[in-house]
């Protein structure tokens, strides 16, 4: 990865929910402005290091720096207040509210108060959150949707609204998990697009994702797990061809080297 400063820093965290090790000895650092992609077959580990991060859950052991501050202990709250915002595989938008009303909701972090927390919601139309909210949604194309109830919009740009709702806490960091999961190749190409303007200002993007295409698109660094342990560390342009998550994914027989001359892109679908 670059040189710049890590924003972001994992250090020997471990996680276990009775006997079962869920993350295991896990460090990695991103730096700012990276995007970078978290893999890993099913039950890997990859939501769970995102819950460790945005505070869901707190470690047995390890450490977790956001911009040099350790946030090992500190409330989900106080993270976002940091500069860490997340969204969801499941979308969670509240779908009988505007678009412009859920968008206005992200920015509930920068409050300081009840009243402040509920002013955003009140009737002035041209309050300065609402203001604030319908110019993000124009920054990114999504003026169009402002008063459409969310739930009668398509499930592609609910995705994006999503995503900048994530943006009105001003976040230095955006944790995205499997953004691409239900949309179609158009819309998925449409998002990488989103996501990559999102990184050209500024915002440092980690992502969970399945879908190798929007991975190879985006991302310039990938990291994955496989059984909460952490298999590789490097540029996404390699991943495909390391042996070790090649085992991961498709047993130890199916490696590159031993797989038939005709059948060695069939690792295309690792994620």
Not at 149 to 175: C, F, H, Q, T, W
Request: with cysteine; hydrophobic share 40%; glycine share 8%.
């Amino acid at each position: 990865m670059n040189g710049a400063q890590p924003i972001l820093q994992l250090q020997d965290v471990s996680l276990s929910f009775g006997g079962l090790t869920v993350v295991n000895d896990v460090s990695f650092a991103v730096p700012h402005g990276a995007r970078v992609a978290l893999i890993g077959p099913n039950g890997a580990g990859k939501t769970t290091v995102f819950n460790l991060i945005s505070g869901v859950y707190a470690p047995d052991c390890g450490r977790i720096l956001l911009n040099d501050t350790e946030i090992t202990a500190i409330p989900s709250r106080r993270r976002i207040a940091l500069g860490l915002s997340r969204s969801f595989q499941n979308i969670r938008l509240m779908p009988h509210l505007s678009v412009v009303d859920n968008v206005m909701l992200g920015q509930h972090a920068r409050n300081k108060d009840i009243g402040s927390l509920l002013k955003p919601l009140g009737r002035i139309w041209r309050s300065r959150a609402r203001q604030e909210a319908e110019a993000r949604l124009k920054s990114f194309g999504l003026d169009l949707y402002p008063g459409e109830v969310v739930a009668n919009l398509p499930y592609g740009i609910r995705k994006k609204i999503e995503v900048v709702r994530a943006l009105m806490s001003d976040p230095k960091l955006l944790l995205l998990d499997e953004p691409a999961a239900g949309l179609n190749p158009r819309e998925t190409a449409n998002l990488k697009d989103f996501l990559a303007e999102i990184s050209d200002r500024g915002v440092t993007i980690v992502v969970v994702e399945h879908d190798m295409g929007l991975v190879r698109g985006l991302c310039q660094h990938t990291i994955v797990l496989n059984f909460g342990r952490k298999i590789y560390d490097g540029p996404t342009a390699r991943v495909q061809d390391d042996p070790t998550v090649l085992e991961a994914y498709l047993g130890r027989h199916y490696t590159t080297d031993a797989a038939p001359a005709g059948e060695k892109r069939r690792h295309d679908h690792v994620a």
